[in-house]
């Protein structure tokens, strides 16, 4: 007997995170935050047609963010919630939005294989949504994003936006809005 094949081809994506990269992120003291209302959220302008482009080129786009402050108590799960539907609606080619609510405090505890720069998100992801990591990427502004891109597997854009914080592993590409880095990957296809 013979193996039989999936039924579906196994699909690239672009995993990318929320705040700072999708959304207008809040920035105190040279380091972002996320917004914490749903009138705060807000799309950077080049979002929505970066990512029909994106997902015109069939990559499968995938939201993956920490909430840490849900975990923490200082953010409502149901305000973070309505800033995805509200995403979701913008955005409307998103497939998929991962998050990882843990709080990440506790630095005598193991590491949350979800909370990035750890890659459970991505991983998760890949299983449900049939992905192929090795033609996938990763997109973000910090640098937990282009560390979990690396122990995924994936290509990785870092969108630099001056954050007062160092990177950890080099990005793939580095670009200055959400729109280049697009381009980037379209091109490096």
């Keep these: ?45 080049d979002v929505p047609a970066a990512c029909a482009a994106l997902a015109a080129a069939g990559f499968v786009l995938v939201v993956a963010t920490n909430q840490p402050d849900v975990g923490r108590g200082t953010q409502s799960q149901l305000v973070v919630e309505a800033m995805h539907a509200r995403l ?16 990440g405090l506790d630095k005598s505890a193991p590491p ?13 992801a890949a299983m449900a949504l049939d992905l192929d990591l090795g033609r996938s990427w990763m997109v973000g502004d910090r640098w937990r994003d282009i560390d979990c891109g690396k122990r995924a597997g994936v290509r ?28 980037t990957i379209l091109r490096a296809r």
């Design 1 to 45: 007997m013979g193996c039989s094949s999936p039924s579906t081809a196994f699909r690239p994506a672009i995993f990318l995170d929320r705040d700072g990269t999708l959304n207008v992120q809040v920035v105190r003291d040279g380091k972002p935050y996320p917004p914490q209302s749903l009138d705060e959220f807000r799309l950077f302008p």
């Design 156 to 183: 990785t854009v870092f969108i630099d936006f001056g954050y007062a914080e160092e990177l950890r592993s080099a990005p793939d590409f580095t670009v200055k809005t959400f729109a280049a880095a697009a381009a």
């Design 88 to 103: 979701r609606k913008l955005v409307p080619q998103i497939e998929h939005i991962e998050v990882c609510y843990a709080p």
């Design 112 to 124: 949350d294989r979800r909370r990035k720069p750890e890659p459970g998100m991505l991983f998760n």
